[in-house]
């Protein structure tokens, strides 16, 4: 990390008496809640020196809207659009999550089809979600175009997501038991012609975006997060892997046929700079891009016919007792803990959001650094208020 | 599917007969005009290039001064807000274009040319709100002081040999001035919004154009030195004759110069890659966040005048002026207007390009980079202009040879881009605008 040192008030201006009266201070800005580049509703209180931030607080809980007390009134499958809200950028993924710890629970068995329809929606929305935060990532260095080409593709994905179940955003698609209804006729095609389109302009992304000198001076050794601080700030997803550590969940505890795919798992190598900087942070979202690409590949090859869902009764009941499970989420590690008393819906369930455990290490990141780092670091960590706050 | 009536407007009075007779006239004219949209283009360049001639031959030298000054100024000032207007139209066009976008494509019918007129319009419409704890009388200061030296600026900047409202000895050296007073309406803006990222765009602004000076007037010393004269005029002048003539190819530093001279120029006008004073991600809007309504609107055109200020600076020094790159033309002012115009468009295709820099960088880029280099240019030259003088006549090419390789290739790729227009844009522009 560039070592910018803080200069001490100068003693000359305790010495003369016309100095006497003149007095400097630190000045405290608030950077949102309502800011360009803070992504939502975060809010930072920055003490700063000039352009030099001294210390940021980041400050959550604007959008909150209890969505874990709201489980313990409502039945596990009336709870799934509930999860569409939490990180609304991969939805799909929320409601995989929530489906397999319920099912890991009640014991019910997934057909196959289901399963690798699971997996090509999840890993589609994966690339939906890194589309956002990289093209979101431009906007916050200040290269507008990237991030029209970002979403220009995403639009792609959600009109996919939509000829299947009707909802460009809140999908509700995976349910428990399996998926709420089977692909349209041609969507195999229409999804590989996508991924045939999609997968150069990664190319495009890089030699516009990620590559350019300007962009690599922003973020290359800044905002350094070292993999001993990234494990013990619980960072999770792309972040962590930033910081050199490989860490997959979908690798290490495989879910949902995981474990039959070829992929790899991208970490950084801080190639401009330390390992663990915003540009690892960045450049590991547009690794894994083209990793999902391969895994929806292979899953639509290994499609079988079949039906898409296991026959669950419309008010499950679950065993007493409690279950942690977690996924591996386009942010992180999304874990739901569900306690249950055997009836028709939780005693308590608590959810780890991993944008909110990602949030917490900007405090320490963001220590004498310059203004323009802010936005950088907040990008880089990709957060979404929706999930930080619940 | 939905879809939204609009709800009928009942004119009456004179504005009714005013809407019966646009309906008329775009009834007739509408179609002709558009069937024979190429003629009417051409038309108009060779209508302006015999109006130049004509009013350069026969009523410039007849009618009296204090007419002629007065006829002058308002076409100056409304040479400004043109300026300023197609600007703001053809910076949407043109980020649309890069973005795989259309822009606007409604307001006024072809590709929306009246869009900066609407929204100049619903500007004027806005509510004209000053913070309760913001500095009043300078908060209403600021944004002329923005933008009556940029218009002053026109007034020494010539547009042909005799199309110059007052042509003075030290011309250059009077829209360097006022291009720097600019800055002091930003400041001031900033310091009487009263808001704290207001006062960091200020400061930013401040620190940023002060430094950029320096790199700016001294690759324009350069071409001053070659010529001898910091007159606008005799600089236009000494460049006539065909584009080996312009005084950017007639030696290596000096078209160095050119280069240095338009990263400056870059910064001067806040435009990206140095747009930190109003760099949205980091100050919300920088100095102007506070501003809303007609205000905004001034610090808008002062922008956008003054961005064509610096490149009609650059045409001027650099790029021949009024000269056509090829033998002389009568019609000065067009290709004036026509190079500045370029060049403004550059600077578009730069900002939707390049992310922005950082506060420190931009001071390193000045004080490490853009400074040395331009201070070795200086010196170079005038070694250059004492001993090189029996290089000059082939310099001339071989310079000249590589800024028309340049030009090729820019146009190269201007035509790949517009033969493969279909595969660029986007696919719901395809999807929901056929033919466009």
């Known amino acids: 990390m560039k070592e910018i040192e803080i200069h001490a008030q100068p003693d000359l201006l305790h010495e003369g008496e016309i100095a006497s009266d003149i007095r400097t201070e630190e000045l405290l800005v608030n950077m949102g809640p309502q800011h360009p580049s803070t992504h939502g509703v975060l809010r930072v209180v920055l003490v700063t020196d000039g352009e030099l931030i001294l210390k940021a607080t980041p400050h959550i809980g604007y959008l909150h809207r209890c969505a874990e007390k709201i489980a313990e009134n409502v039945s596990y499958r009336q709870y799934t659009p509930y999860t569409d809200r939490m990180d609304y950028l991969a939805a799909m993924n929320n409601n995989l999550g929530f489906a397999l710890a319920v099912e890991k629970m009640g014991g019910i068995e997934v057909p196959e089809r289901a399963q690798y329809l699971r997996v090509i929606f999840a890993e589609l929305n994966r690339i939906a979600s890194h589309l956002v935060a990289v093209g979101s990532y431009g906007l916050d260095m200040g290269a507008f175009t990237p991030f029209l080409y970002c979403f220009r593709e995403r639009e792609w994905i959600v009109d996919l997501f939509e000829s299947v179940c009707g909802a460009r955003l809140t999908y509700s698609y995976i349910t428990i038991g399996g998926v709420r209804e089977d692909i349209p006729e041609g969507f195999v095609s229409q999804c590989k012609e996508f991924l045939d389109f999609f997968e150069p302009k990664i190319r495009e992304y890089n030699d516009l975006l990620s590559y350019n000198h300007i962009f690599i001076n922003r973020t290359g050794n800044v905002g350094v997060c070292p993999a001993d601080m990234a494990i013990g700030y619980g960072l999770t997803g792309p972040c962590l892997r930033g910081s050199g550590v490989k860490w997959d969940l979908r690798k290490n505890t495989p879910y949902c046929k995981y474990d039959e795919f070829d992929f790899d798992v991208p970490v950084g190598d801080g190639r401009f700079g330390a390992v663990g900087d915003c540009w690892d942070r960045y450049f590991v979202r547009v690794m894994e891009m083209t990793q999902s690409v391969r895994i929806v590949r292979q899953a639509l090859e290994r499609l079988s016919d079949g039906p898409v869902s296991a026959k669950v009764p419309r008010m499950l009941k679950l065993p007493a007792g409690e279950i942690y499970f977690e996924v591996e989420n386009p942010r992180g590690q999304l874990g739901f803990y569900i306690v249950s008393e055997g009836g028709n819906s939780p005693y308590r369930l608590k959810v780890r959001g991993p944008s909110f455990c990602n949030l917490s290490v900007l405090e320490g990141l963001a220590k004498n650094c310059l203004l323009a780092d802010i936005a950088a670091m907040i990008g880089s960590l990709d957060v979404v208020m929706g999930e930080v706050d619940r | ?436």
């Open chain 2, 1 to 436: 599917m939905q879809t939204f009536e609009r709800p009928k407007i009942e004119y009456t009075g004179i504005s009714k007969t005013i809407a019966e007779i646009a309906v008329v006239v775009a009834k007739i004219a509408g179609p002709i005009l558009r069937r024979l949209a190429w003629f009417v283009f051409f038309g108009v360049i060779i209508f302006g290039c015999a109006f130049v001639w004509a009013v350069g031959r026969f009523v410039n030298p007849l009618v009296p001064w204090i007419v002629r000054d007065i006829i002058v100024v308002a076409g100056g000032l409304g040479f400004v807000s043109l300026v300023a207007m197609v600007g703001i139209w053809g910076e949407r066009k043109v980020s649309g274009h890069i973005q795989s976008r259309l822009g606007p494509m409604r307001t006024g019918g072809w590709h929306g040319w009246l869009q900066s007129l609407a929204d100049g319009l619903k500007f004027v419409q806005k509510e004209d709100l000053i913070p309760a704890s913001a500095d009043q009388p300078l908060f209403r200061l600021a944004p002329y002081i923005a933008l009556v030296p940029v218009i002053c600026a026109y007034v020494v900047i010539p547009f042909g040999a005799s199309w110059v409202f007052r042509d003075r000895d030290v011309s250059l050296l009077f829209v360097l001035a006022m291009l720097g007073i600019e800055v002091l309406g930003v400041i001031l803006g900033g310091w009487a919004s009263n808001s704290k990222w207001s006062l960091y765009g200020a400061m930013r602004e401040a620190c940023q154009l002060v430094s950029y000076e320096i790199p700016m007037g001294l690759s324009l010393l350069v071409p001053v030195m070659a010529v001898g004269s910091i007159s606008l005029v005799q600089m236009g002048k000494a460049q006539s004759g065909g584009w080996f003539n312009w005084l950017m190819f007639q030696n290596p530093f000096l078209f160095f110069a050119f280069f240095t001279y338009y990263i400056a120029s870059l910064a001067s006008c806040k435009r990206a890659p140095f747009d930190l004073p109003e760099g949205e991600s980091e100050l919300v809007a920088g100095f102007h966040t506070e501003y809303s309504g007609f205000r905004f609107v001034m610090f808008f055109f002062a922008e956008y005048a003054a961005m064509f200020a610096v490149s009609a600076i650059a045409t001027i020094v650099f790029l021949g002026g009024w000269n056509s790159p090829v033998g002389d033309a009568t019609s000065g002012p067009l290709w004036f207007v026509a190079k500045g115009m370029f060049l403004v468009w550059v600077q578009m295709w730069i900002r939707w390009t390049l992310p922005r820099i950082r506060i420190d960088q931009v001071m390193h880029a000045c004080v490490k980079y853009l400074l040395p280099f331009t201070m070795i240019l200086f010196v170079g030259s005038s070694v250059w202009q004492l001993y090189g003088s029996q290089f000059i006549f082939y310099t001339r090419f071989i310079l000249g040879g590589l800024g028309l390789v340049m030009v090729g290739l820019f146009l190269a790729g201007a035509g790949y881009g517009y033969v493969n227009r279909g595969r660029l844009v986007g696919r719901l522009a395809r999807k929901h605008l056929p033919g466009a």
